[in-house]
Every structure is written in C-alpha cells, then in structure tokens.
C-alpha cells in the first residue's frame, strides 16, 4: 500500500473540534458576532445569534484560539485538540471602549444624465430636482434653464424661451403636473417662472412626444410638484434676484396634504433711482396644490399663477430730454392655471382623467408716447381622458383655444389692428409597446386632431440594446400646432419681454402648423458613474407665422408672413460623476433656415457651434464649489437703429438696463454674424446644519462670479441712423451675478 495515502488516511482520522460559547464577561449576556480564530491551523468563524461557535476539522494538537470583538478587549487561549471527539471552550470578553476612525459616506454626486430618480429615455432629457441644484452653469436652481444644451438652445445671459431642435420659443409646450402653464418666463436675471423649491422633476420630451399633450411642434416640457410630507415642511430663500417660500404638510392627522410656494422677484431693488433706464417692476409666481385620497384613487387640485410688471425709459439720455421726464416703455405678461386629475388603479388599468383652464396675457406700451399700444390674451379649456393597460395606452383630449390680439397706436384715434380667433380641437390618440426578446422594442403610436379637418400625427420609436451598456434609438414624428406667436423673435427686447403673443388657427389667415423628424441616438454607459450619448436630427417646418420680415419692433404690429422651414444637427454629451464631483460637458451643432416668398433667414436663437460644460466639486460634505463654461461660434443678429442702452442684470452695474426703443434695420433678419461667445462663471455655495426644536434646520450662503476672464460679448450692433457708425452692444462683465441665502426645516 502507498505510504502517503496511510499517512494521510492517518492524519485525518485525527482530526478534532473546537467549540463553545462567547459571552460578556459582566453581564453573561451572549455575544453575537464575535470572531474566533485558530491562526495556527487558518480557521476562522463568528459566534451565531445565541453566542455560539464551532471550529471543524482541527488537527489534533496544540492550538492557540483567539476571540475578538468591537468594544472588547482581545483574548488568546491555548487549546490541546484530541484527535477523536470536540473540545468544548467558553471564553468571557470585557468591555473595552474603543475610539474608532471617522468614516464618511459619501453618496454619488447627483448630474444630469446620472440621476436615480430620472428614467427619461435617451435622447430625451429628465432631472430631478437635486440634479438641477447641481447643474454646474446655473448660479441657482432653475428648471428650464437646466435642461439647455446640445439640441436645446437656451440665450445665455437673457433667455427668452427654450428652442428644441431648431424649433421656435412657442413650438414648446409646458405643463405641471399634467396641467397646461402659458407663458412660464420671468424676465430680468429671474427666468424659469416654477419655483425649485416646489419641484421634484422636470422632463423634456421631443424625441418621444408627449402623446397626451400633443400640439407642440418641438416638444413638451413637464413639470412636477414635489409629494407633501405628514408633517409640517418649509423650504426657501433670498438673493438678489428673488424671495421664495414654500411649505408643505398634512391638514391634520389623516387630511388632505397641501403644498404651497411664493416668490417675489424684484429686478429693480439695487438699480439707482435717478436712472431712468435701468428696468423697474415686480416679478412673482405661486403655486397651490391639494391631493387625498378619493373613491378608491388619487384627486389633486392645482392652481398656478405667474405675473410680471417691467417699465423702462423709452428714449436715451443723448437725444436732450431728463429721462425721467421720458415716456416709459411698458411691458406686463403672466399666466394663469387651474385645473384638477383623477387617477385609480385597477388589477391591470389606469384610469386618468383631468380638466383645466389656462390664460396667458400680456400688454405692452412700446416706442413712448408716439408709439403703439398691445393687448394679447390667450385662454385655454380642456379635458383629458387616458386608460394604461399593460404595454397599451390611448385616451382622449377635448380643448378649446381662444386668442385675442390687439394693436392701437398709442396717441391717435387710427383703427386698431385686431386678430381674433376660436378653436376647438378634438384628439384621439394611442400607443402600444411591442418587445421582440430582450433587446429590441418598438413603441407605435398616433394622434388624430380634428379642426376644420383632420391632422393624422403617427410616430414611431424603435430601441435596439445593441450590447450590455450600448442603446441605439431611432425615432420619427409629425406633430401640430394649433397656436403660434406674434412676438418677433428677432428683437432685442425680447430679452426683457419674453411672453409669446399667440393667434390660434381659428384666427383669418392663421395656418395650422406642422412639423416632421426623424432622430437617430445612442447611449453607452460604461460604468455606473459615466454616460456618453450622441444624437443628429433632421426636420422640417410647414404652416409657420413668421413674424420678423414684417416688424421691426418687438412684436407684430400690422402684418406677419406663412413660411416654412429646415433644421439639421447633431450633438453629444458626456457626464462623469463621483462620490465628490460631478462633471457635465456638451456639444451641439445646427442648421436652421426659415423660408418666406423668395426670402430665407437664419433665426438669431440658431448658434451654429454651441460648447457647454462645467463641474460641481464637494471638497467637504457641506462646501460645493460650481465651475462653468459656455460658448457660442456662428451666432446672427439684427442691427437695431437708434440709440439703445443696455446692461445684463450683474450686482457691479447695479441691475438691469435697457433704455430706448430699438426696432430692427430694414434687410433680412439675422444677416449679420456675431463674434464668438464665451464666458466662464465660478459659483461657491456653504451650508450649515442647526438642531433647532429637535428639528434638522439648513442655512445656506451662495454667490456667482460670472464672465471670469472679463471677455466682451456682444448682444447685438446698433446703428447710429444719423452717420451711419455702428456700435457694440455687449453682455454681462466680469461681476458678481448673484449672493444669497437658502433655509429648510
């Protein structure tokens, strides 16, 4: 027989056990958790719940045994282990504090493009609202201005709206929480008119069109309010710019839940009083919301409501006049929107239905006391109906679109010119999901509007998960619209009078738009903490009111043209993020040309090459530092004639400026090119936490440095009618943008 297997078979048939039981040696209470080692002969275990441990298969012989546990002092026995049968060893441990060191959690940090709470699918674009407080461009949260870059075009400095794919302001619809907002702009250094602090999430939806609100040429952006707790919240802050407040909480016990925000914004409060031509007004929004429970489902009441008021001279210094003895241009829009919804689940269906009305109105007194007067007014009424079964979804929406448009001169008894307009649309529409195994999926659907004719809008949308981390989408769509503005896109003033002055397809010579794309996208997603997607679009325009090859001021004053139009691009992103950064950077390239008769024109909202990118550092857990960039190659612009004074809004120049009455030169629009865009803004924001009442209290201080390196951008040029010289209209210097505090409880 072979030696080894005897020694072997040997040296097994010795083999013992060691077993027992780990106990506090104060108090006799059994240990859970303690580890137990044999280093001599490598084996290790942790006592169960009852204390107890069992080491198998120990050599016979001498062992050292070990016992060890957080809180304990170590203790080492020596064992003797027979070869035949277990040896039983309870040891007792002492209480020993023991400092252990500083561990931060740290979670990842939360971007665009990397949110948990986002499952928007690529090349459609979601962010919560931490996200959004993250966003390394914005001096502070706003959730329009979050989701530019790429495909969507946001003006730097001014916004006047948010351009999806080459489309115009007005081709994007707005809705919070299902509800339909006009006009949701602030002007002045305040843009988005949706308080943060009553958000959890915002959507873009373009690439995949919101079926249940579809007539929008370029898309929808969805708003939705944040749930209520049990018990009382509040949340708010104040800057240079705006107050906020928002609190929510339970009417008593089990009652309704509520949420209800404030803001006041106040462009003026640090301009000089003596000088007329810095803007003065008052901005504001409010929200109020109700949810319960309510037969067997969810109700919620929704009310909104934006306004604003902005005055500033209409004439400059130079033509010999006190300013403050000048007319005043005046300008007020807002929106208004209530509505209610309903929703059950059934064992396999979802049942929504919902109603509203929305109004948005504007008015404006422009060029001084020869100048001419408007009044525009739009009201919406509407419900919706949807059923959700499984991969299938159809409904139906039943709206009315009223508008009014109205403009008188200011100082004669000259007829007004007025535009008014009745227009109910019916649509049905549906959506089913089809899956082909794992990888491929299709969504089909179509709307069918009725208006004085029936608009068929199909779409499809395929999504092939190519590999593990790889998604390729294609989509197409044709969409409508059967409401379009009047405000000429082209004007300088509409950095301060951003409403769109919409006439519905009811109106005399008033067409309904439509629009078709096709998009082809991919996601690569490589790790948990990196995304990269790419996009190009083509698409094209029909039935469009184009507004500024037939005005020269701000809005349409006696006529507009029907026009058509072409837009191509591409774009990519990147976002990186860690447990103390986040690092967003994008690129986006377009094409835009709108057709008129014989003419054409490249809209000034068209930057051809457009750079973004920044990042939010976390040097400590409490301390965020925000660094920015941002620039424009082939941007177009309007000379304008006349004297004009203009400031962005920055803390140095003591607010906003515009004095004047600039209209646009005679010639095509956007026929002059602008010098490359760029500007770098660096932001530090510093929070404490206070216990307060047995209550978690959050104070915050923050404040943005814009345009670092001091480089002159330019807004647009102006003419001197006179001589004919040209001068140079810039943006924002190097200054601070905004300070201020925010709190929570």
């Avoid at 009652?255 to 007329?276: K, M, T």
């Avoid at 403009?407 to 109910?424: M, Q, Y």
């Avoid at 997603?525 to 094209?540: C, D, E, K, M, W």
Wanted: net charge neutral; glycine share 12%.
């Amino acid at each position: 027989m072979d030696v080894a297997l005897v020694a072997g078979g040997i040296l097994f048939a010795m083999q013992g056990a060691v077993v027992g039981t780990v106990r506090d040696g104060g108090t006799g209470t059994p240990l859970a958790g303690a580890v137990v080692a044999l280093p001599d002969a490598e084996r290790t275990t942790t006592t169960s719940a009852e204390g107890r441990y069992a080491l198998h298969d120990v050599p016979a012989g001498p062992h050292h045994l070990t016992v060890r546990m957080i809180g304990y002092a170590p203790r080492s026995l020596h064992a003797l282990v027979a070869p035949d049968g277990p040896i039983e060893i309870n040891v007792s441990l002492h209480a020993l504090p023991t400092r252990l060191r500083t561990v931060t959690v740290r979670a990842p940090v939360v971007v665009r493009g990397l949110d948990i709470e986002d499952s928007t699918t690529f090349p459609d674009r979601g962010m919560s609202i931490a996200a959004v407080r993250n966003h390394p461009l914005l001096s502070e949260p706003d959730a329009l201005e979050a989701l530019g870059g790429g495909e969507v075009v946001v003006r730097p400095e001014s916004p006047s709206g948010v351009h999806v794919r080459g489309g115009a302001s007005d081709q994007t619809a707005y809705v919070l929480d299902g509800i339909p907002v006009l006009n949701p702009y602030h002007a002045a250094g305040v843009f988005g008119a949706w308080n943060p602090d009553a958000l959890s999430r915002v959507r873009l939806s373009s690439a995949d069109p919101l079926l249940t609100h579809p007539h929008a040429l370029s898309g929808t952006i969805a708003g939705a309010t944040r749930a209520p707790g049990d018990r009382l919240r509040g949340q708010g802050g104040v800057s240079t710019t705006h107050a906020r407040v928002t609190v929510d909480g339970r009417l008593g016990t089990s009652g309704p839940a509520y949420l209800v925000s404030l803001r006041s914004a106040f462009p003026g409060i640090v301009a000089p009083r003596d000088e007329a031509s810095y803007l003065h007004g008052e901005l504001g929004d409010w929200l109020a919301k109700v949810e319960t429970a309510l037969w067997g489902g969810r109700a919620r009441v929704l009310a909104y409501a934006n306004e604003n008021e902005l005055s500033a001279a209409s004439a400059t210094e130079e033509e010999g006049t006190p300013l403050p003895e000048k007319p005043r241009n005046l300008f007020t829009w807002g929106g208004h929107s209530t509505g209610a919804e309903w929703s059950r689940a059934f064992p396999s269906t979802t049942l929504r239905l919902s109603a509203w009305s929305a109004l948005g109105d504007a008015e404006a007194r422009w060029g001084g006391g020869s100048g001419v007067e408007l009044t525009s007014r739009r009201r919406d009424h509407g419900m919706l109906a949807t059923v959700e079964r499984a991969a299938t979804a159809a409904g139906i929406r039943v709206e009315r679109i009223e508008t009014s448009y109205r403009v008188a001169p200011a100082t004669t008894t000259e007829p007004p010119w007025v535009i008014d307009g009745r227009t109910p649309v019916v649509s049905v529409f549906a959506q089913h999901v089809v899956s082909w195994g794992d990888r491929v999926e299709a969504e089909i659907g179509a709307s069918l509007a009725a208006m004085r004719g029936v608009y068929p809008g199909p779409r499809l949308r395929l999504r092939w998960r190519a590999a593990q981390n790889l998604t390729i989408t294609g989509s197409y769509a044709r969409t409508h619209q059967f409401a379009q503005s009047l405000r000429n896109a082209e004007s300088m003033v509409g950095n301060v009078f951003p409403a769109d002055l919409f006439v519905s397809a009811g109106a005399p010579a008033v067409p309904v738009a439509w629009s078709d794309y096709v998009i082809a996208a991919a996601e690569y997603r490589p790790t948990a903490g990196v995304r990269l997607g790419a996009q190009s679009y083509t698409r094209s325009f029909n039935g469009l009111v184009v507004v500024a090859p037939r005005a020269a001021g701000p809005f349409s004053t006696s006529a507009f043209a029907v026009g058509s139009g072409s837009s191509r691009g591409a774009s990519a992103e990147a976002t990186v993020r860690g447990a103390r950064y986040g690092l967003t950077v994008g690129y986006g390239w377009q094409r835009v040309r709108l057709q008129h008769g014989d003419s054409s024109y490249t809209p000034d909202f068209a930057t051809a090459h457009l750079f973004e990118g920044g990042t939010v550092l976390f040097p400590t857990p409490t301390l965020s530092v925000r660094l920015g960039a941002t620039a424009g190659v082939g941007r177009r612009t309007s000379i304008v004639i006349g004297d004009v004074e203009w400031e962005s809004c920055n803390l140095i120049d003591q607010g906003c400026e515009l004095g004047g009455s600039p209209h646009n030169e005679a010639g095509p629009p956007g026929a002059t090119p602008l010098p490359a865009y760029l500007r770098v803004d660096l932001g530090v924001r510093k929070h404490w936490h206070i216990d307060l009442a047995g209550r978690d209290v959050m104070l915050a201080a923050f404040g943005t440095v814009t345009n670092l390196f001091g480089r002159r951008n330019l807004l647009t040029y102006a003419r001197n009618p006179s001589t004919g010289e040209v001068a140079e209209i810039g943006l924002r210097p190097l200054a601070p943008l905004v300070v201020g505090l925010d709190w929570r409880f």
